[in-house]
């Protein structure tokens, strides 16, 4: 599942690459193969950790009946949607640019494409 902003996680690997670029040039030049190394593990630390969040399942809801063993004092907080026809928890919303309702919605992140 990837939102439909697919662009963003291409933008931040571009302006990763980029960035990386030029500091390895830089360490190389000005600083020495360590530093060049440690901007290699990062840019792969990076760019691995945004694919692994890009492609991730942000929370889609996808109940049509609430949970079994949701407290009491919690049910009146379960609500329907009408675009999606599933029950969202109490931490959960309609996300209007997924067109999905999201369990632990805060924010959609065009950057990261969730």
Known sequence: ????HW???LC???????ATFFCIRGALKHVGPVSAAVCILFFTACVALLIDVSFRDPGVCRS?????????????????????????PPDGA??????VCIAGYDHHCVWMGT
């Open 7 to 9: 662009f963003g996680p």
């Open 12 to 18: 931040v690997a571009g302006i990763l690459f980029t």
């Open 1 to 4: 599942f990837m939102g439909p």
């Open 64 to 88: 049509k009946v609430i949970p079994e063993g949701t407290p009491e004092n919690l049910l009146t907080q379960w609500r329907w949607c009408d675009f999606c026809q599933v029950y969202q």
């Open 94 to 99: 309609h996300c209007p640019d997924c067109n």
